[in-house]
Nanobody, 128 residues
Framework: QVQLVESGGGLVQPGGSLRLSCAASGATLHYYAIGWFRQAPGKEREGVSCISSSDGTTAYADSAKGRFTISRDNAKNTVWLQMNSLKPEATAVYYC?????????????????????RGKGTLVTVSS
């Protein structure tokens, strides 16, 4: 059983940056792909990014490419999502999730994927 706890959310002005953290316990993340998805009020869940456990291959939603960076440290059982040049439309609850269904690789689609485990989320608000 993997427990995931997100942190690092908060209020930031448009154009600002935030670094989200996802700390795992209960099991090593070594065999899990880790993803981030977000959900804004009244909107469907959106996959943001994913990093594989095998070779660190990453994937990003079009809305995140060039501005967000996902990274992981298996020794620390932690994954980060660095978010730069934030826009108001990025306001949402951000969740990290873990999955081993693809032998540590990211799932083929990040949107609406049923991850094995997920955290409770951290709120990101981008507003002036």
């Amino acid at each position: 059983q993997v427990q995931l706890v997100e942190s690092g959310g908060g209020l930031v002005q448009p154009g600002g940056s935030l670094r989200l953290s996802c700390a795992a316990s209960g099991a090593t993340l070594h065999y899990y792909a880790i993803g981030w998805f977000r959900q804004a009020p009244g909107k469907e869940r959106e996959g943001v990014s994913c990093i594989s456990s095998s070779d660190g291959t990453t994937a990003y939603a079009d809305s995140a490419k060039g501005r967000f960076t996902i990274s992981r440290d298996n020794a620390k059982n932690t994954v980060w999502l660095q978010m730069n040049s934030l826009k108001p439309e990025a306001t949402a609850v951000y969740y990290c999730a873990a999955d081993a269904s693809y032998a540590g690789d990211c799932p083929p689609s990040l949107d609406s994927y049923a991850w094995d485990y997920r955290g409770k989320g951290t709120l990101v608000t981008v507003s002036s």
